[in-house]
């Protein structure tokens, strides 16, 4: 997979759509190497996030609120009975500054990705790099 390649589809999508969010995240899904699904961040909810553990900092519970992460995003647009063994996705973020910002899943997508068997999960990190999460492994998410 060409990491740069994600990044620069990230820019074009970036600039492409009227975004008014903080932040733009990207998710994209591999097959074998092949690009099979783009999600992009929502302020939108969706029902599917109720089956998930979404929680703010304080640790609450909030998937009744929260907008469609790019994960869910690029699943849904998969569509969930459609997901497999080795299946990779690669996370990315652009910032208010229109850098490469820290991308990691959250709980309730590492949640969802788990259950969906996925292999490896890619996401760029804050020294703009890209980083490898097994999601099968125990995981939790630092504020």
Same mark, same amino acid.
């Given at each position: 997979?060409?990491?740069?390649?994600?990044?620069?589809?990230?820019?074009?999508?970036?600039?492409?759509?009227?975004?008014?969010?903080?932040?733009?995240?990207?998710?994209?899904?591999?097959?074998?190497?092949?690009?099979?699904?783009?999600?992009?961040?929502?302020?939108?909810?969706?029902?599917?996030? !109720?089956?998930?553990?979404? !929680?703010?900092?304080?640790?609450?519970?909030?998937?009744?609120?929260?907008?469609?992460?790019?994960?869910?995003?690029?699943?849904?647009?998969?569509?969930?009975?459609?997901?497999?063994?080795?299946?990779?996705?690669?996370?990315?973020?652009?910032?208010?500054?229109?850098?490469?910002?820290?991308?990691?899943?959250?709980?309730?997508?590492?949640?969802? !990705?788990?259950?969906?068997?996925?292999?490896?999960?890619?996401?760029?990190?804050?020294?703009?790099?890209?980083?490898?999460?097994?999601?099968?492994?125990?995981?939790?998410?630092?504020?």
């Amino acid at each position: 997979m060409n990491f740069n390649k994600m990044i620069e589809i990230s820019y074009a999508l970036a600039g492409s759509r009227g975004y008014r969010q903080r932040c733009k995240h990207f998710s994209f899904i591999f097959n074998k190497n092949k690009l099979i699904s783009i999600g992009i961040n929502s302020p939108k909810t969706h029902p599917i996030n !109720l089956k998930y553990n979404y !929680l703010n900092k304080q640790k609450h519970k909030i998937s009744h609120i929260v907008g469609t992460h790019s994960e869910m995003s690029a699943v849904i647009k998969l569509g969930i009975e459609s997901c497999e063994e080795n299946l990779v996705m690669i996370n990315t973020r652009i910032n208010r500054k229109n850098e490469i910002d820290y991308s990691r899943p959250c709980n309730g997508c590492m949640e969802m !990705l788990r259950e969906l068997n996925f292999s490896k999960v890619y996401y760029t990190n804050k020294d703009k790099k890209f980083e490898l999460i097994i999601p099968e492994e125990k995981y939790e998410f630092v504020y």
